[in-house]
């Protein structure tokens, strides 16, 4: 059974256009547009959906601090997307650990909302191209300061086929880009995984999260 999506946004032109988008590429059951909170609140009580996204034009960050701790107290179920305004990296921590399941930034296409719905439906978190770029090059730097939050600290070509590997690159592709084989390439990207103690790109980023490096 495919799932409910509830869009909470202002301009409702742009949730009216979202809502249109989603509906030809049928990935939900039904797809509810709210513009106020109270609406929002309401309708969260009747009708639970298993999706919502939240605009951050329509609350201070209090406010949806405030938003999603209450959605997700009555319905711990309900995923909840973010769409940010360019949000440094502790706000984004912090609204992971507040309970929404997927970040979005502002400026992050139709295409990487998909991915992020993607992703939710397979029980992980998502977060955008955007923030990642913002996560992986603070990594970076605490590994330059010797951070003490990993223990084993990344080599500069770790770090540098680390980033290529949150940029989506294959193995193949990061060894064309660096000169160097195939199989040095998947033994350095074992030691990353090794060390960070995470299984792929997306555990990075619940290792940043979960650790708290965004402090």
């Known amino acids: 059974m495919k799932p409910k999506l509830t869009i909470y946004d202002e301009p409702l ?5 979202l809502s249109k988008l989603l509906v030809q590429a049928k990935i939900f059951s039904s ?3 709210c513009n106020s909170y109270e609406n929002l609140s309401e309708h969260i009580e009747q009708n639970p959906p298993e999706f919502l996204m939240i605009s951050s034009g329509n609350l201070v960050l209090t406010e949806m601090y405030s938003c999603i701790e209450n959605i997700i107290i ?8 973010v769409i940010g305004k360019s949000f440094d990296v502790a706000t984004i921590r912090k609204l992971f650990n507040k309970g929404i399941k ?3 930034d502002r400026n992050s296409s139709y295409d990487e909302f998909l991915k992020s719905i993607q992703a939710l439906m397979s029980n992980e978190i998502y977060i955008c191209e955007y923030a990642k770029e913002m996560m992986i090059n603070y990594i970076s730097h605490e590994q330059e300061k010797q951070n003490s939050h990993i223990k084993d600290p990344l080599t500069k070509r770790e770090m540098e086929i ?4 949150c940029n989506g690159l294959s193995s193949k592709d990061i060894s064309e880009l660096l000169f160097i084989s195939i199989n040095t390439v998947e033994t350095h990207r074992k030691r990353i995984l090794l060390k960070l103690n995470v299984k792929n790109s997306v555990g990075v980023v619940k290792y940043a999260i ?3 490096i965004f402090s």
């Open 31 to 33: 797809i509810e547009i």
């Open 74 to 81: 009555k319905n711990k179920n309900t995923k909840i997307i």
């Open 210 to 212: 979960e650790n708290k």
């Open 162 to 165: 680390l980033k290529h590997i």
């Open 102 to 104: 997927s970040y979005l």
């Open 13 to 17: 032109l742009y949730a009216e256009g």
